[in-house]
């Protein structure tokens, strides 16, 4: 259970990373939109999913080291729970170890 939760939030961390550095891409192309395309950020390794999101909204929910994006419906329950619900994601805060871990991991967080 414990190391399930473990490998949930590196999982869903390493996804973060991923998608912090498509912001800095999309920041440095500028395309002209103030949205982004991230990646569905539920940790599931088979996950491909893409989530549209407002650059200034992606800034408000990565100021919290726990909160991530998810599809609609891929939030794990047992891990996490939904604080938000969008037509295009839901926002999820990790609790227990995960929250930890992803707190440890947050690469804003020196
Ligand atoms: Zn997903």
Not at 1 to 28: D, P
Not at 81 to 95: A, G, L, W
Request: with cysteine; glycine share 6%; proline share 3%.
């Amino acid at each position: 259970m414990e190391e399930r939760e473990r490998r949930l939030g590196r999982n869903e961390a390493l996804f973060r990373e991923v998608n912090e550095r498509i912001e800095r891409v999309s920041g440095a192309l500028r395309t002209g939109t103030d949205t982004m395309t991230i990646l569905c950020e539920c940790g599931n390794p088979d996950c491909v999913e893409h989530i549209e999101v407002s650059l200034s909204e992606y800034e408000r929910v990565r100021a919290e080291s726990t909160h991530f994006f998810v599809r609609p419906g891929h939030a794990k329950l047992d891990v996490e729970e939904v604080i938000e619900h969008h037509d295009e994601y839901d926002v999820v805060r990790k609790n227990g170890v995960a929250g930890e871990i992803a707190r440890e991991l947050d690469p804003r967080d020196d």
